[in-house]
T-cell receptor
Framework: KQEVTQIPAALSVPEGENLVLNCSFT??????LQWFRQDPGKGLTSLLL?????REQTSGRLNASLDKSSGRSTLYIAASQPGDSATYLC???????????FGPGTRLSVLP | NAGVTQTPKFQVLKTGQSMTLQCAQD?????MYWYRQDPGMGLRLIYY???????DKGEVPNGYNVSRLNKREFSLRLESAAPSQTSVYFC????????????FGPGTRLTVL
């Protein structure tokens, strides 16, 4: 059974720092991996989607990488801003079924 | 486009009561999903509909039923609510579940007393 973990569970950084969020999954047989952002009391917003054949995706200050063989993905946020404060979740799409498997998330606080 | 909409936003039920959560999307997506989100548990899939006319169980289907009314609408019904169903419920949709991202609704916060 696919399991997804995210470390750390929470992170506080001063504004302007570059930071890395980690996502690990137990089964490398995946179609894709997605990173989402969730603001308090809101739904999830998609940030980046990496197909299994890709190694990384970039959008603005965000860069996500995927290493299927080691079961890891990282989300790099450059020059963090207070507006980046939110919970970040990763999710994998296994090669079977329709289920997406979500990690528990990392709660990020960027301090002014 | 409104994207994915959910009603109601909040609901309080007593144990044993029934209710239906509504979800609609205006993006002509084929697949729709219902998740629940609980502290420390992440999002867990309740039911999904790969295409209009089909529904299948996810990870935690017990106590729930669904209806894919048409391509736009996917409802979730609690027949006899229990305190263990207190949660935040999210609906999501996607065009192609293999290659495309999921778009989420704003959620319904449900409390069962």
């Amino acid at each position: 059974k696919q399991e997804v973990t995210q470390i750390p569970a929470a992170l506080s950084v001063p504004e302007g720092e570059n930071l890395v969020l980690n996502c690990s999954f137990t089964d490398s047989a995946i179609y894709n991996l997605q990173w989402f952002r969730q603001d308090p009391g809101k739904g999830l917003t998609s940030l980046l989607l990496i197909q299994s054949s890709q190694r990384e995706q970039t959008s603005g200050r965000l860069n996500a990488s995927l290493d299927k063989s080691s079961g890891r993905s990282t989300l790099y946020i450059a020059a963090s801003q207070p507006g980046d404060s939110a919970t970040y979740l990763c999710a994998v799409k296994p090669n079977y079924g329709q289920n997406f498997v979500f990690g528990p998330g990392t709660r990020l606080s960027v301090l002014p | 486009n409104a994207g994915v909409t959910q009603t109601p936003k909040f609901q309080v039920l007593k144990t044993g009561q029934s209710m239906t959560l509504q979800c609609a999307q205006d993006m002509n997506h084929n697949s729709m999903y219902w998740y629940r989100q609980d502290p420390g548990m992440g999002l867990r899939l309740i039911y999904y509909s790969a295409s209009e006319g089909t529904t299948d169980k996810g990870e935690v289907p017990n106590g729930y039923n669904v209806s894919r009314l048409n391509k736009r609408e996917f409802s979730l019904r609690l027949e006899s609510a229990a305190p263990s169903q207190t949660s935040v419920y999210f609906c999501a949709s996607t065009w192609n579940y293999l290659t495309d991202t999921q778009y989420f609704g704003p959620g319904t916060r449900l409390t069962v007393l």
